[in-house]
């Protein structure tokens, strides 16, 4: 049951005298949503902060493609709201469970298939309220574009993972659910794979998925029937189906791929990376730019080819920054957490 204001303002009073008895104890808190990603990292606090019961949708103006939903609300909730109004969450969140939450959504800052023409979830906030470990409710960005003036500490907060503090309510830039969509299917190896997805990037087409997996390129085409049509007759797949489950599996871990016993490692590298090399069984997404690696060897190893090549590897389930990976934007986020959590009060061990 959603609450309303009044029960909604009941709930973060009794969150702010848990925060401060906490400060007194110099206890660390566990920032816990719907507990999706709950071993994706070990921490030494052990008193859960629940943001589970404050919830609910405060605002969706349809006509403005916005909408605002506290931290607990359940992500299938916020989805089914959009898709009765023909909208979406155009960056494609994983949804890891049916808990997972919009607050832990953003605070992961993952970003589905359609990531590379869409743009990553952080491009979608337009602002956030976040709870400080003072126990003030600092308010930044809006629910407009331009309503930004120094750093935008609402994206920041997207993809650091309670660092800033827990995240209370959270403004999104929705957008129109596409008219039409359809999956194009070769059978085809690796190279290839990246040769035609470089011929695809230089191309005016309405693609919003690539993936390369066990010897099958599978591209989406998502837009108007017609322009869906023009480009499947210029790219002339071997298959093609209306989309089904695939992207979906993908996007939320689901797919065979992940579900195996196994350690997997997620590689970033320039989209025109010509294959790394034997490290099994993988997957080549994002049009190149994400790799996906089930490999039982040496993670080094791995990172070591990843970096000769201009990129960075980190195991899949990995919250952090890996040592390739921390430039300019995690620094800068450093600073920015020593001054909202100076005594690392929330969820500690994810430096």
């Known amino acids: 049951m959603t609450p309303d204001c009044a029960q909604a303002d009941a709930i973060l009073q009794g969150l702010k005298l848990q925060l401060a008895e906490a400060r007194r104890n110099a206890t660390p808190l566990r920032i816990e949503g719907g507990n999706s990603k709950s ?36 992500l299938s909730e916020l989805e089914n709201l959009l898709g009765a109004h ?26 589905g298939p359609a990531r590379p023409w869409r743009g990553a979830l952080r491009d979608h906030v337009l602002g956030v309220k976040l709870l400080a470990a003072n126990g003030e409710v600092l308010r930044f960005g809006g629910e407009v574009m331009k ?15 309670g660092r800033l503090g827990p995240l209370l309510e959270i403004s999104l830039r929705v957008a129109p659910v596409p008219v039409c969509s359809v999956t194009a299917t070769w059978q085809v190896d690796e190279g290839e794979a990246l040769r035609r997805m470089t011929e695809m990037r230089r191309a005016p ?15 989406r085409l998502s837009g108007a029937p017609a322009a869906v049509e023009a480009a499947l007759a210029v790219l002339r797949p071997e298959r093609r189906e209306e989309e089904g489950a695939l992207w979906t599996q993908w996007r939320d871990h689901q797919h065979s791929f992940f579900q195996r016993p196994g350690r997997i490692w997620r590689v970033s590298v320039p989209p025109a990376t010509p294959p790394l090399g034997d490290f099994g069984e993988h997957a080549i997404d994002w049009m190149g730019a994400v790799r996906w690696y089930r490999w039982e060897g040496e993670g080094e190893v791995l990172a070591e ?5 201009g990129g960075f590897c ?13 430039g300019a934007t995690g ?8 001054s909202f959590n100076p005594d690392r009060l ?6």
């Open 346 to 351: 929330f969820n500690p061990g994810l430096d």
């Open 205 to 219: 087409l309405p693609l919003s998925g690539c993936l390369h997996h066990d010897g099958f390129l599978h591209v």
């Open 314 to 326: 980190r195991p899949w389930r990995h919250p952090g920054f890996s040592a390739g990976e921390r």
């Open 331 to 338: 620094l800068l986020e450093q600073r920015v957490t020593a």
């Open 39 to 74: 071993d994706w990292w070990q921490t030494s606090a052990v008193l859960p902060f629940s943001l589970r019961d404050y919830r609910g949708i405060v605002r969706h103006e349809p006509s403005e493609l916005v909408v605002t939903a506290r931290a607990g609300t359940p």
């Open 147 to 161: 309503n930004v003036a120094g750093y935008d500490v609402s994206r920041l907060c997207t993809g650091a993972w």
């Open 86 to 111: 023909g909208q979406c969450l155009a960056a494609e969140p994983p949804t890891l469970s049916p808990s997972s939450t919009v607050g832990g959504s953003v605070a992961a800052g993952l970003s």
């Open 305 to 309: 080819t990843a970096a000769a090549r």
